[in-house]
């Protein structure tokens, strides 16, 4: 018997085949075929009869629910989307600024890092708990809640008679730090991976030709982390976007269950997703134009 | 050159306060836990009590450990959180391998599709994903109604051996850069010496990618442990330490006489049990935290 023979082309394309074949499969099967049905769905009225679930088409009678229907989609979901798009210059400015500090050579630098890591190991959903056993704890135990003594801070700024508008800013900005910190923990790790990829010799050369360590930074850190800029851009993103203490999702998840029913939740959830293709469509044509690749 | 001097140790103790506030910060709830869970309840009501508790005890740690059935729900968590991170780590490993070293038409788009997995939210196919799993039908192949898949394993298992688990895409990513960025010459003398292609894939490369398959497992195990997104998709009100925390509240029967602590006793206990589940990972984490924080520089991320 003559052995079937291909040509070594086709071979290695049916290697390639053959070991991208579960994440092929899996794909069509979890995430495609899903998201398809998600589609319909957001269109359907479904209901869970004996024999599984039954689909009637209602147009987009789902969306108007939730936009115009729900009390509080519209708002929660401009809440959301706002707040997000505010946290993420913060989360990047924060997440550079702590990889510098890192960066530097200083006893405990280890240290610094393991701890300065730890919320990727604790995970989102874990510290959101914790957050709220805490709270729950302060509120019983009636102890001062915050780091700083907040109340003499805030009394002091209105004696200052300073705008009440700027000063609520000021206390939302004081409300948000552990978050930004908490949710810095990977960017902060691939800007310091990208910091210290950063040939020392470009730096020695700039210092002889009189560069200051100012005009190095704008004309050399920068550009060359700038592809990685964006990267971090779309972690946060994403990351944000699946956070479990995201108001948004937990009044989607709650709609699927206990509300509005299914349909409307993925109704809900689509719109969400446009709204997140928009902000990431946008930082791309934002940030693409500055982005410095090497060839 | 003495201004000099005072420069950099003022810049110095700038940088020291910068970074124990910043660590206290990431710490704040993880001590806050630790001294509610070591804390009497009589300390509860007591204003001068903030931080140390007047009267230490271990209390608070058994009634959890027992709530939470903790030496059973901790073997099942870990169990499961073992296995899903060692298919994860198969089945990204050999994804990566195919899309790092062979072109097919189409290999490029189906890479995309990689990319685009980790920024489809779950939440986003959760409802049709939970319909396909409580009537599973294998696309029409089972009769009618299909398998009810839900409260087992099965889900979680299938998503983690077709890479299309939580954050697989990630891995499927760092595994494909690290094995292109692996030079061909071992292939080349393995094939040369008449070794099949799985043969050089499992002889050779693999276990020549044992610091990429550290990292994966690890983070795999980790966001694994720390996920209560599928758990309480698929597996809800099975005996998992996860689920056990979220129900801890309503197992609880109050003994107390005195009604004012009763109610909020169950806080203590709560973070005593928040505490339990942390703990391996942090004992993990202090074992092998050069693995976590030297892993991005070996992904190949990074230039």
Known sequence: ?295 | MKVRKVLEKGAGLVRFGLLVGIGFIILYPLLRQLSAALMHPDDMYDLTVNWIPRTLTKMNFQVAWELLDYPKALTNTLGITILLAALELGATMIIGYGFARWKYPGSNIIFALVILSIVIPPQMVMVPLFLNFRYFDLFGLLPDPGINLIGSFWPLVLMALTGTAKRSGLFIFITRNFFRGMSTSLEEAAYVDGAGHLKTFFGIMLPNAKPVAMIVFLFSFVWNWNDLFYTNLFLPGSKLLQIGLSTINAQYNYPWANKAVEGTYIQLVNNAGMLLYVLPVLVLYAFLQRYFIESIEKTGLVG
């Not at chain 1, 930074?217 to 203490?245: C, E, G, R």
Request: hydrophobic share 55%.
């Open chain 1, 1 to 295: 018997m003559r052995r079937f023979k291909l040509s070594l082309r086709a071979q290695k394309a049916l290697l390639g085949v053959l070991f991208t074949l579960p994440f092929i499969l899996g794909f069509a099967a979890f995430l495609a075929y899903p998201f398809f049905q998600s589609v319909i769905f957001s269109l359907s009225k479904l209901s869970i009869v004996s024999t599984g679930y039954e689909l009637d088409f209602v147009g987009l009678d789902n969306y108007r629910h939730a936009l115009l229907v729900d009390p509080r989609f519209r708002q929660v979901f401009v809440e959301t989307v706002v707040g997000m798009a505010a946290r993420i210059p913060v989360i990047l400015i924060f997440s550079f600024f702590a990889a510098n500090l890192l960066n530097q050579r200083f006893r405990g630098r280890m240290l610094a890092r393991v701890v300065f890591f730890l919320p990727v190991i604790m995970g989102a959903e874990i510290s959101l708990k914790m957050q709220q056993a805490d709270y729950m704890q302060q509120a019983v135990s009636f102890s001062e809640s915050g780091l700083l003594p907040l109340s003499v801070l805030q009394e002091l700024l209105l004696s200052l008679k300073l705008p009440l508008a700027f000063i609520n800013f000021i206390f939302a900005a004081i409300n948000e730090i552990p978050l930004i910190i908490r949710s810095s923990g990977i960017q902060i790790l691939i800007f310091l991976a990208a910091l210290q990829s950063i040939p020392k010799s470009l730096y020695e050369a700039a210092h002889m030709e009189g560069a200051t360590a100012w005009e190095a930074f704008w004309k050399i850190t920068f550009p060359l982390i700038s592809p990685l800029m964006l990267v971090n851009v779309v972690y946060t993103i994403v990351d944000s976007f699946t956070a479990p203490d995201n108001a948004l999702l937990e009044l989607i998840q709650n709609a699927a269950w206990t509300g509005a029913g299914f349909g409307v939740s993925t109704a809900m959830s689509w719109i969400y997703f446009a709204a997140i293709l928009g902000i990431l469509a946008v930082t791309f044509i934002l940030l693409g134009r500055e982005v410095h690749y090497e060839s």
